[in-house]
């Protein structure tokens, strides 16, 4: 089984949006079932020259429904800003603990789609699927942070180059 990740979001106008987790740290954050984030550069097929400015896809994710989930559907609807969205990641240290070792961090968010799954309940595979949600999200910086060390890159598309 795949290292657990999980959730915050915060509003511009809502504040904070609450999610299930009880886990202690996690309190108020929902579980990320799914991540995608995809980052290129446009280049020239014949030479592999550069041939444009880096394009981040939205990030995707998917969690399962929540309490967070009619509030995200409102600030998606009403277009609100998120100001913030946090992912945490988690893994197994060598004394068997769960620690946080990285963090994405997304600034001046917008909800762009919201997909509301409900998985084939006649296919087997699916026997221990929740119901969920699949977010994407557009963003105007993005920071990924190795926790040890505090090694981390902001990618701004407001800031100046």
């Given amino acids: 089984m795949a290292n657990e990740s999980a959730v915050w979001y915060t509003g511009e106008a809502t504040g904070p949006i609450p999610g299930v987790n009880t886990i202690a740290g996690r309190e108020d954050s929902d579980p990320v079932y799914d991540f995608d984030h995809h980052l290129h550069i446009p280049t020239e097929r014949s030479t592999g020259r550069l041939a444009g ?13 929540s309490k967070s989930t009619p509030i995200l559907f409102k600030c998606m609807c009403n277009g609100e800003t998120l100001s913030e969205v946090i992912v945490k990641w988690y893994q197994i240290d060598p004394e068997g603990n769960e620690i946080e070792y990285f ?6 968010v917008k909800i762009t789609d919201m997909q509301f799954e409900l998985p084939n309940i006649q296919d087997p595979k699916f026997d221990n699927w929740n ?12 920071t990924y942070t190795w926790i040890d060390g505090n090694i981390e890159y902001t990618d701004s598309f407001t800031a100046a180059r």
């Fill in 131 to 142: 119901h969920y949600v699949k977010l994407s999200f557009r963003f105007e910086d993005i």
């Fill in 103 to 108: 963090r994405t961090t997304l600034k001046k």
């Fill in 53 to 65: 400015n880096r394009v981040h896809d939205p990030v995707v994710l998917i969690t399962p429904y």
